[in-house]
């Protein structure tokens, strides 16, 4: 299952979703696609004509250009995410928090999804980092046996 991770490019986040064997949406994914890609047409920006466009999707223009082009490069993975999981006041290392509203608008933009979100607090002492490590796995397992019953229906 896919899963949105915020902050988006936390790679211990990512790392925990993928251990317990879910695709972590990370931003690094995108931003490695656009400097990868041979096909851009505007390199050292690394834009293409659509990605404005993509912006515009969530924020008017009027909006600052920061916030729609952040958007823009979130959209992939707000399209793919099939569930959530939202870091509040999590520390700087913890992975980089960007534009402060971008990050509500994005947040705001994948809750109103529909998909399932678990939502925790960054852990501030050990016992909390425990049982975050616990929160998430009983999250995505109950994902995954959600899920199961599907793929036995469909063969």
Same mark, same amino acid.
């Given at each position: 299952?896919?899963?949105?991770?915020?902050?988006?490019?936390?790679?211990?986040?990512?790392?925990?979703?993928?251990?317990?064997?879910?695709?972590? @949406?990370?931003?690094?994914?995108? =931003?490695?696609?656009?400097?990868?890609?041979?096909? @851009?047409?505007?390199?050292?920006?690394?834009?293409t004509p659509d990605d404005p466009k993509k912006g515009l999707k969530y924020a008017a223009i009027e909006i600052p250009s920061g916030v729609r082009g952040r958007m823009a490069l979130?959209?992939?993975?707000? +399209?793919?995410? +099939?569930?959530?999981?939202? =870091?509040?006041?999590?520390?700087?290392?913890?992975?980089?928090?960007?534009?402060?509203?971008?990050?509500?608008?994005?947040?705001? =933009?994948?809750?109103?999804?529909? =998909?399932?979100?678990?939502?925790?607090?960054?852990?501030?002492? +050990?016992?909390?980092?425990?049982?975050?490590?616990?929160?998430?796995?009983?999250?995505?397992?109950?994902?995954?046996?959600?899920?199961?019953?599907?793929? +036995?229906?469909?063969?």
């Amino acid at each position: 299952m896919k899963i949105f991770i915020y902050p988006p490019n936390s790679l211990i986040l990512a790392d925990l979703v993928e251990r317990f064997g879910h695709e972590p @949406l990370t931003l690094m994914s995108e =931003v490695r696609k656009k400097v990868t890609s041979p096909s @851009l047409d505007s390199p050292p920006m690394n834009m293409t004509p659509d990605d404005p466009k993509k912006g515009l999707k969530y924020a008017a223009i009027e909006i600052p250009s920061g916030v729609r082009g952040r958007m823009a490069l979130m959209d992939p993975l707000i +399209e793919q995410a +099939e569930a959530a999981i939202i =870091v509040e006041d999590a520390e700087y290392m913890f992975g980089c928090m960007g534009c402060a509203r971008t990050n509500e608008l994005l947040k705001y =933009v994948v809750r109103k999804k529909g =998909v399932p979100v678990l939502e925790l607090q960054y852990p501030k002492n +050990e016992n909390e980092a425990k049982n975050f490590v616990l929160y998430v796995n009983e999250f995505l397992r109950k994902l995954t046996k959600e899920q199961a019953p599907d793929a +036995e229906g469909s063969q």
